[in-house]
Each structure stands twice: as structure tokens, then as C-alpha cells.
T-cell receptor
Framework: GAVVSQHPSWVICKSGTSVKIECRSL??????MFWYRQFPKQSLMLMAT?????????EQGVEKDKFLINHASLTLSTLTVTSAHPEDSSFYIC??????????????FGQGTRLTVV | AQRVTQPEKLLSVFKGAPVELKCNYS??????LFWYVQYSRQRLQLLLR??SRESIKGFTADLNKGETSFHLKKPFAQEEDSAMYYC??????????FGKGTRLSVIA
């Protein structure tokens, strides 16, 4: 199957700094990628839809100025957590599908990035 | 809206016992459902999809239109089956929104 890679796998940063997380589709092009957040022992919560060449679509309650998303190419989307605070500590996961996806096509997930803000 | 419900947040079974993870859907049209699994410290991955009617790792799921269900079953649970399981609707290029999922714990 297709491979989605996230980098870094884990990061520790100081409060007030910004952290960038990359999501790459390694062997396919993805016009759309999705970013999720997952708290311990909980389900994935959709944060935003990243669209290549246009603005991201954020879910209700997700601060777009806090979580900056850039999808500059068909294989790369980035999530930048700006002015991070301890409450931003979480597991962030990206997902992508091949372009022109039919309804019954599976989603591929990155391995996730564990962010710890100290 | 296409929606699925997993009524059980946690399911514990003994090794060798049968497992059934429940999933109900509540939308019209042709349902094309999936089961995803997230093992500890691994990425979320597809377990099986309804249209292919396959059996993966001993798991099967049959679509029951009368009961609007897509329960995941395995006759004999193994310890390595312990994971988080998510039933998911089709979504194409629209976001895949997950429900709460069911955590399966297989006790030795």
C-alpha cells in the first residue's frame, strides 16, 4: 500500500516556541491531506483538511492561527504549532489518500508525531 | 451525514474466546464500510473493508443491512489482537471522521 511518512516522530520544545511537523506521501500524490490530534487512550480528532495550493479547512474549535497548515506540493503538507503551550502536547497524525479517490478507497496514515511542550 | 457508532468503548475478552466489536451505521445509500486498527506504538492501518469481503488476521465483518450493522468478529482472540479498533464510513476525498473507537483487551 501507499506510504505516508511524518517527521519528526517525536519532539520536545519549550513553551512559546514553534514546531513544524511534516507529512509526506512517499509513493503517490495527494491533493488532500488530513491532520488529526489524538490524546492518550482516545480516538483521533480531525483538526483540518490540507489542500494543495489553497488554504486549509479547519474544524470547528481549531485555531487556524495556532495550527498553521501549508500544502505546497502534491507530496508534502506541514503543520506548524505556533507559540506552543503545554496543553498543545499531544500525538499528531496525518492522513492522505491517492488523488481522484473513490469512496471506497482506504486512507493511509503517518506514524504520528508526539509533541511535548515543556 | 454518514455516521457510524461503536457502542463499546472497551471490550475485554480472554485469549481463545470469540470477539465481536460492534459497529452500527446510520446513513442511507450504499454503505461501504471499513475497519481500521491501531496497535500500540504503531500507525493506524486498514484492517478490512466491506466490499472485498476478505478475512484479515482471522477477522471478518459482514454487512447486515437489516440491522444496519458491520460488526467485526473473530472466533478465537489472540493477545496480539489487543488494540484500538475503529469502524469508519467511506469518505473519498472528504475527511475521514472517526468515532470513539473500541479498545480491545485480550487477557491471557
Amino acid at each position: 500500500g501507499a506510504v505516508v511518512s511524518q517527521h519528526p516522530s517525536w519532539v520536545i520544545c519549550k513553551s512559546g516556541t514553534s514546531v513544524k511537523i511534516e507529512c509526506r506521501s512517499l509513493d503517490f500524490q495527494a491533493t488532500t491531506m488530513f491532520w488529526y490530534r489524538q490524546f492518550p487512550k482516545q480516538s483521533l480528532m480531525l483538526m483540518a483538511t490540507s489542500n494543495e495550493g489553497s488554504k486549509a479547512t479547519y474544524e470547528q474549535g481549531v485555531e487556524k492561527d495556532k495550527f498553521l497548515i501549508n500544502h505546497a506540493s502534491l507530496t508534502l503538507s506541514t503543520l506548524t504549532v505556533t507559540s506552543a503551550h503545554p496543553e498543545d502536547s499531544s500525538f499528531y497524525i496525518c492522513s492522505a489518500r491517492t488523488s481522484g479517490t473513490a469512496r471506497n478507497t482506504e486512507a493511509f496514515f503517518g506514524q504520528g508525531t508526539r509533541l511535548t511542550v515543556v | 451525514a454518514q455516521r457510524v457508532t461503536q457502542p463499546e468503548k472497551l471490550l475485554s475478552v480472554f485469549k481463545g474466546a470469540p470477539v465481536e466489536l460492534k459497529c452500527n451505521y446510520s446513513y442511507s445509500g450504499s454503505p461501504e464500510l471499513f475497519w481500521y486498527v491501531q496497535y500500540s506504538r504503531q500507525r493506524l492501518q486498514l484492517l478490512l473493508r466491506h466490499i472485498s469481503r476478505e478475512s484479515i488476521k482471522g477477522f471478518t465483518a459482514d454487512l447486515n443491512k437489516g440491522e444496519t450493522s458491520f460488526h467485526l468478529k473473530k472466533p478465537f482472540a489472540q493477545e496480539e489482537d489487543s488494540a484500538m479498533y475503529y469502524c469508519a464510513p467511506p469518505s473519498g476525498n472528504t475527511p475521514l471522521v472517526f468515532g470513539k473507537g473500541t479498545r480491545l483487551s485480550v487477557i491471557a
